[in-house]
Every structure is written in structure tokens, then in C-alpha cells.
């Protein structure tokens, strides 16, 4: 089996780096992994050009209606947080994609948003399926928290359309089992979508909302706020539903990008919050800090995923029991 030294000295083979991971870790539950994920990973799709959309705050639509072009071109600035691509982020290691989608017809036309429309929702899922047909031992969680303008029947058929995408790539809910690499690869599964709305109750493929916990639990103003919230989170050592997510991200609020129209959310990440996540990332690699899914924003900003997959085999790690809180690995 391929040894980590090799994801360590080829920056490359982070588009491979799970089928990389030593057996101890592809037989542990994917709870148990370090995964890289991206905050608003869709917004790499958004441009000032769209419309704007109706996850803006009504300060913000009144703004930039007001203003028409300029005041898309500052919602774009302070809302964006992706600058790769998905294939990008792919290939740079991302497995976790966080969601959210907007219906902008009563028969569908389902976009991604984040404060201006995005591409449709179905173009970003086959760009995910055609990297998972050429690297077949890579998973992806497919978070899609938020909805807007959508009824049921547009969840059914949202529903109907991812299913058509993944097809046999999704991997069912087991509420009372846990999944591992190695079980996933034995059935071929790729893709666990975690879809946040009652409906799926009625559907076996797909995750509810339950299945992940969020932290922090309250939006952090500050870096520093931030990393004292996810270390008081993570340093809690409860036992986990399915997946814990960070969310290393700090809220910019409408009243400091306001304030600073000439700068943009990119601007104050790279200067403030990257370096902090940095240096947190490699103090938890440093000191076996057991952290889930990690989300950022602009991951190509520090060396974020080489970072957290890191923290899968840092030295001295502990081998996880697959048995381990009574569950079974699937």
C-alpha cells in the first residue's frame, strides 16, 4: 500500500490523498478522518454580472438595487469566497463542499447563490462526478444547508436530479452504522449527501441535517474569538453523531464591509483570519488535536489542505477503534 511520505512530498497527490492513507486509517469511520472542506464552495461560480440573490440580507438587495453595477460589484467583493474552481478544489483536495441553493423558476432552475446568482447546481455536481470517475477511491460530503424560494415539489425534484447525477456513487443513511473508506470502496460509493430538510425522511440516499454538527455555534467576529470557540468545540471530546464540522470562518458583518467598500472579504481573510487558521492547523498537527471536517474560506490562501490532511498521520497518532462508541463500520 502506498505510504503518506509520498502525499507529504507530492503536493499533487492531494487529489488522491484519501486512496494514499494508510489501512489503519481507510478501515477507521470517516468521523474519525481529518477533511479538508470549503465555506460557500459554489461561490467560485458567482460573478458581479448575476442577479442578485435572495440569500442577501434586505440591506444589501436595497443597496444594490439602488446602485445597480456597483453595488453587485461590492456584493460580489464582500460575498465571494471561493476563487478555485470545483475541478480545482478537487484536485487540491477538498471532500467536503458546503451548499447553498436557490430555485429561480417555479419548474426549477436550481443555482447556487451566495449573495448573487450562481451557475446551476447540476453543472457543479458533474464536474464532481467526472473527478470521481477518474479517481475512484476519493469520497465526497455534500452538505446542502440552505434553501430558498423552494417548496416541496422543488425539493423532490432537486432530489430526483441529484439522484440522476450520483446514481449507484451514493452512499445510503445507516443512522445506527458508521462508514469507512474501505466500506465505501466496496460498494463502489462515492458521494454521501447531507440534504437539510424533512423530505428526506422518504428517501433512503440521502443524510439529514442531524447527521452533522456545526462549530462554533455562534458566529465569531475576531480570529482570535473564533479559535477559542472551535478549540472550546472540538476540546469537548463528545461523542459524534456522524461528521463535526468547523467552520473556521469569521463573520464580516454588513456594517464593516459598509465601512470598508474599497476592500473586499479576500482582502480581510488573507490579512487577518489565514494566518491565525495557519498557525492553529499546525499546533493541532503538533499536538494530535482529533479534528473532523475543517471548512475555510479562499483555500489556496495558506497551505490549508496539506495542513489538515496532515493532521490524518501526524507522528504518534492514534489508531482509532473501528468498533469504538458501540457503532459498527459499515
Known amino acids: 500500500m502506498a505510504s503518506y511520505r509520498r502525499i507529504e512530498s507530492d503536493p499533487s497527490n492531494l487529489a488522491d490523498w484519501m486512496a494514499l492513507l494508510p489501512e489503519s486509517l481507510t478501515s477507521a469511520p470517516l468521523r474519525h478522518l481529518a477533511i479538508p472542506g470549503s465555506h460557500a464552495s459554489f461561490s467560485c461560480t458567482v460573478t458581479h454580472f448575476n442577479d442578485i440573490a435572495p440569500d442577501s440580507s434586505f440591506l444589501v438587495r436595497t443597496l444594490g438595487h439602488l446602485s445597480c453595477c456597483l453595488g453587485k460589484e461590492r456584493i460580489y467583493q464582500w460575498n465571494r469566497t471561493q476563487d478555485l474552481s470545483v475541478k ?27 449573495g448573487l446568482f450562481g451557475d446551476e447546481l447540476s453543472a457543479c455536481m458533474k464536474e464532481i462526478k467526472v473527478f470521481l470517475d477518474h479517481h475512484d477511491k476519493e469520497v465526497i460530503i455534500f452538505d446542502i444547508n440552505q434553501f430558498y424560494e423552494m417548496n416541496d415539489v422543488l425539493h423532490m425534484k ?9 446514481d449507484d456513487k451514493l452512499c445510503p443513511y445507516n443512522k445506527d452504522s458508521d462508514v469507512s473508506l474501505e466500506s465505501l470502496w466496496n460498494r463502489g460509493q462515492q458521494v454521501i449527501v447531507i440534504y437539510h430538510h424533512d423530505i428526506i425522511q422518504e428517501y433512503e440516499n440521502f443524510w439529514p441535517g442531524s447527521s452533522v454538527v456545526y462549530h462554533p455555534d455562534s458566529c465569531a467576529e ?8 472551535l478549540e472550546k468545540n472540538f476540546d469537548n471530546d463528545q461523542e459524534r453523531v ?23 472579504r479576500k482582502q480581510e481573510i488573507s490579512r487577518t483570519v489565514a494566518p491565525v487558521i495557519s498557525s492553529w492547523l499546525k499546533d493541532a498537527c503538533r499536538t494530535r488535536t482529533k479534528l473532523n471536517i475543517i471548512v475555510v474560506d479562499f483555500i489556496h490562501l495558506l497551505n490549508f489542505v496539506q ?24
Do not use: W
Not at 432537486?158 to 450520483?166: D, K, M, N, Q, R
Not at 475576531?222 to 470557540?229: G, N
Open 158 to 166: 432537486l432530489l430526483s436530479i441529484i439522484t440522476h447525477c450520483f
Open 222 to 229: 475576531t480570529p482570535e474569538d473564533l479559535i477559542f470557540q
Open 307 to 330: 495542513h489538515v490532511v496532515n493532521l490524518n498521520t501526524a507522528e504518534g497518532a492514534d489508531v482509532y477503534d473501528v468498533h469504538a462508541n458501540g457503532k459498527t463500520t459499515l
Open 242 to 264: 456522524h461528521f463535526e464540522c468547523g467552520r473556521a470562518v469569521v463573520s464580516l458583518s454588513n456594517r464593516k464591509c459598509l465601512m470598508r467598500l474599497s476592500s473586499s
Open 88 to 114: 480545482q478544489q478537487l484536485t487540491s483536495g477538498i471532500r467536503y463542499f458546503d451548499v447553498q441553493v436557490s430555485a429561480r423558476t417555479r419548474n426549477g432552475d436550481f443555482r447556487v447563490v451566495c
